[in-house]
């Protein structure tokens, strides 16, 4: 089901305007997709955080009403300010709740793989997120993975990973998504290199007896 997000229309466009609207903590907008002529709309920052509260996060299936008219809608991109790191300006693209879209979805792991700690290894995903096709309807939350039975040597690639019934991965199956780091440090011993015979033979100390070469008299 999806999530019902107010906006207002009849925004002015401008740089000053747009610090303004943020400024009021009203979010610069526009919706766009299947064929609809763009619009610029606002949002209540407090809206959207409670819009977006739920399990998806920014995958949120929207339903955006903008004046009279409702559209389903994802957000396709939020512009943060790089200081702040507020949201200063949203892309949302409508959907079509029966056909396939693309969607950036996070990736967690779950269980304990006893053996990789046991050899003092730590699990890790190698990345974020995994690109995935479905319907809106078929959307998962998360990618969940089951580390439980990795060894040392193991590897989850794209391929291994199971998705949920409509759900399919795009990318290289080859991909490494999960892997094994190693912690553990072993001791080296330290070398230490045997003296060479010219080399003992050339620090060898001197007679205390003999005079230096130096202070040799000629025979008489």
């Known amino acids: 089901m999806a999530t019902t997000l107010n906006t207002h ?11 303004r609207l943020v400024a009021t903590d009203h979010i610069p907008a526009v919706i766009y997709g299947h064929g609809m002529v763009p619009v610029k709309i606002t949002v209540e920052r407090r809206d959207l955080r409670v819009a977006l509260a739920g399990p998806a996060g920014v995958n949120t299936i929207l339903e955006l009403q903008v004046g009279d008219a409702k559209y389903p809608a994802i957000v396709k991109e939020l512009q943060r300010d790089p200081v702040k790191r507020v949201v200063r300006h949203i892309d949302f693209m409508q959907i079509s709740l029966t056909e396939l879209i693309t969607m950036d979805i996070p990736v967690h792991l779950s269980g304990v793989a006893k053996a990789v ?5 730590l699990v890790d995903a190698t990345v974020n997120t995994i690109q995935i096709r479905a319907t809106a309807a078929n959307i998962p939350n998360e990618i969940l993975i089951d580390v439980t039975d990795m060894g040392m040597q193991d590897v ?15 990318g290289d ?6 892997t094994v780091l190693t912690t553990k440090i072993e ?3 330290a070398v230490v290199a045997a003296p060479v015979e010219g080399d003992a033979a050339a620090t ?6 003999a005079a230096p070469a130096g202070d040799a008299k ?3």
């Open 218 to 220: 000629p025979s008489a």
């Open 187 to 189: 001791e080296v011993a």
């Open 9 to 19: 229309i009849g925004r002015k466009i401008g740089s000053a305007e747009s610090r």
């Open 204 to 209: 060898a100390t001197p007679d205390a007896g």
């Open 117 to 121: 700690l046991a050899d003092g290894g």
């Open 173 to 178: 199956p080859d991909l490494v998504v999960v």
């Open 156 to 170: 989850i690639r794209l391929s291994d990973i199971a998705l949920p019934k409509g759900v399919s991965a795009i």
